[in-house]
């Protein structure tokens, strides 16, 4: 009883005098102090207890024994460190994983608000602060004490910490940016080594998150660059006319009568640039759209740049006299002096307006009221011109009548010209084929390309007469690429007026012996469209075949053609219409185009598609298994001596080879821990 009366007598006085001493120290409380570690210390009581236990029976058997009685005493009290010891590197270490896991967060500011914290109680620290030099925002310092972050900015000013009892610098970027410093509970200013080791690790840790929160803030401020630069002008601020149109033709449907399109015209635009230069333009543009922001600003309008000197304005919830009234309110704003870099340029302005209207898009408001733009003359004047059916159906009659008129002279000219567009296969880059492609050159209205003048072409001349002169060009390019070692076959588009009229085989068999070219280097392309014509159509039709010439279909899915009529005719290959490519983002065309391909496929046929304008097409059309296709990503239309210098240069040092091949993707999954 004696024995265990003092071991608990020692064990108050040794604990009540260690936790106060620890708790002095420390400044930790004496309770915490005192919950730290029971089990080990309750070990040493036990320890101590059988050491005494021990020392009695030594005593009466012989007291020399007594001698090893501190070494037992002192190696209790190694191995209670020793596990203190251990304990404490762990949990150590366990709060500075729970620490650095908080950091990945891809807000700077989050970061640093769990670091300062983190540190306080990894380090059991009286005061944390980590203070860091940030591209967004400069030099910040971050404060905080046990309770609280008790500080948050610039540091000028800020009194500093009475003393640092650890310092661990911050690199970020390769660059020393900041420092973190701690201020330890007590006198004592010198770390330990499993304290500095953490710290290490904890500074590197910081230094990390921080790089990671601020690429990603990088990235996340360019990809809102990005987006605002997909929809907007980059130099006036104003909506572009992709998401312009994007956004007006709802408001068109939901409100057709209360929609008008208002169109304006910097008139003499071009040559007040071409005066002040590029920056003095700039400065008239972003003065003339700052204007339209302001007059629009207070009704909501939607505006837009359309193009170098052009600005539309949607109108909404307006009668047709309140839309003429906006019109002229808002031209008259955008009116008056601008100084363009010292310069006081006069602005005029042409005014077009177009009411909407059931089942008008926003491109047909946009297209009337260019129109009426245009028959006003676009000088400039206060006079808004409305957009007036009557009258535009009018100017078309005048414009075809007076193409009707040029035609046959304009034919006999050589105006009548034949550019070759280069069909590819869309993995490789080298071409298949060329499609002749022919256009009109007309003295006032430029060049007018065949699918606006055919069929004005076909009431007023014979079509084997236009077809003379695109086989002419078209065969004698296959023969020059032949000469030159590129044996290409050539398309050209018969219509069926073409191929009913009597004379068209005997011209094109003579063409073919003219120039010398094989049948089988000329593809004749027949739009779906005209397909269903009298039983002399499917003659002519066999009787090319029979002779070599490959046919083939073009605007397939566009017309009444059947798959009957497939297995009737003698078709060599397939055309896919266009319009399916323009909208291949969709699901339904995507389900035509892969439906075409299949079929082309099943019947031994290549399938061709046209107007592909992107790599972004390129490889959708590839992927839906679309071997062949054309447009302008591919090759744009080129004279032929112009097209037979790039099959003789390549790409990428490869003669014959006009667009880089489709590098083979290889999708590699990436799996986390919890996740794949």
């Known amino acids: 009883m004696a024995l265990v009366l003092s071991v608990l007598a020692l064990v108050l006085v040794e604990e009540t005098v260690t936790t106060t001493t620890v708790s002095v120290a420390t400044g930790r409380a004496w309770r915490t102090v005192a919950g730290t570690a029971v089990d080990l210390r309750l070990a040493v009581v036990l320890a101590e207890f059988l050491v005494a236990a021990v020392s009695i029976a030594m005593v009466k058997v012989d007291l020399r024994l007594m001698i090893a009685m501190p070494l037992a005493m002192l190696l209790v009290y190694a191995v209670y460190h020793h596990r203190m010891r251990l304990r404490a590197e762990r949990e150590t270490w366990q709060r500075l994983a729970g620490v650095t896991d908080t950091l990945n967060t891809a807000d700077p500011t989050g970061v640093l608000h769990t670091a300062v914290r983190g540190a306080v109680g990894l380090f059991g620290a009286r005061q944390a602060e980590v203070e860091v030099t940030l591209p967004a925002t400069g030099r910040r310092l971050v404060r905080a004490c046990p309770t609280c972050v008790c500080f948050d900015g610039p540091p000028d000013g800020v009194p500093p910490l009475d003393r640092a009892d650890v310092v661990q610098p911050l690199t970020t970027g390769n660059a020393d940016s900041g420092a973190v410093r701690i201020v330890l509970h007590g006198p004592r200013d010198v770390p330990s080594g499993r304290e500095e080791a953490a710290l290490r690790a904890f500074g590197a840790a910081l230094s990390t998150s921080l790089d990671n929160a601020m690429t990603y803030a990088r990235l996340a401020a360019d990809a809102k660059m990005h987006a605002h630069l ?12 992709h998401a312009f149109t994007a956004t007006a033709d709802p408001r068109c449907a939901d409100d057709p009568a209360g929609v008008g399109l208002l169109r304006l015209r910097l008139v003499g635009f071009a040559g007040i640039a071409a005066t002040l230069g590029h ?26 740049r359309l193009g170098v000197d052009e600005f539309a304005v949607l109108l909404t919830g307006k009668t047709s006299e309140a839309m003429e009234r906006e019109s002229l309110r808002i031209a008259g704003a955008l009116r008056g002096p601008v100084d363009a870099g010292g310069v006081l340029v006069g602005v005029q302005i042409g005014v077009g ?36 059916p009557q009258e535009e159906h009018h100017d078309r009659e005048a414009q075809l009548a007076e193409l009707v008129h040029d035609l046959s002279a304009d034919l006999h000219a050589g105006r009548v010209h034949v550019e070759f567009q280069p069909v590819l296969d869309l993995t490789a880059g080298v071409p298949v ?34 077809i003379e002169v695109v086989l002419d060009e078209a065969l004698a390019g296959v023969k020059a690429w032949r000469d030159a070692g590129f044996d290409l076959p050539v398309a050209v588009t018969v219509s069926g007026p073409c191929l009913l009229d009597a004379r068209f085989t005997g011209l094109l068999f003579g063409s073919l012996l003219r120039h010398d070219v094989a049948p089988d280097r000329l593809i004749l392309q027949i739009p779906e469209t005209d397909l269903l014509g009298p039983d002399a159509l499917l003659e002519t039709l066999t009787e090319i075949d029979k002779a070599g010439v490959l046919l083939a279909l073009e605007r397939f899915g566009a017309g009444p053609a059947s798959l009957a009529t497939l297995a009737t005719l003698p078709i060599r290959g397939l055309k896919i219409d266009e319009t399916f490519i323009d909208s291949m983002a969709s699901r339904q065309a995507a389900v035509v185009i892969r439906a075409a391909v299949t079929l082309g496929d099943d019947l031994g046929i290549p399938v061709c598609a046209p107007g592909v304008r992107s790599l972004e097409q390129r490889q959708a059309l590839r992927d839906l298994g679309c071997r062949v296709g054309q447009g302008d990503h591919l090759g744009p239309a080129m004279e032929r001596d112009h097209l037979l210098g790039a099959l003789g240069r390549g790409v990428n040092g490869v003669p014959g080879q006009l667009a880089a091949a489709l590098e083979e993707v290889r999708v590699l999954p990436l799996r986390s821990r919890n996740a794949s």
Do not use: M
């Open 433 to 466: 084929a060329v499609e002749a492609v022919a256009t009109w050159r007309h003295p006032r209205h430029g060049t007018l390309e065949a699918q606006r003048w055919r069929a004005v072409a076909e009431t007023v001349v014979r079509p084997v007469s236009i």
């Open 279 to 304: 920056a003095g333009g700039d400065l008239l543009l972003v003065e003339v759209a700052t204007r339209l922001k302001r007059a629009v600003a207070a009704a909501g309008y939607l505006t837009c």
């Open 230 to 241: 997909a929809t907007h002008d980059a130099l006036t601020g104003l909506t572009n006319r």
């Open 353 to 388: 307006l177009a009411a909407g209207s059931a089942g008008v898009g926003v491109e047909e408001l946009l297209r009337r009221a260019d129109a009426a733009l245009r028959r006003s003359g676009g000088n400039g004047s206060a006079r808004l011109a409305v957009y007036d």
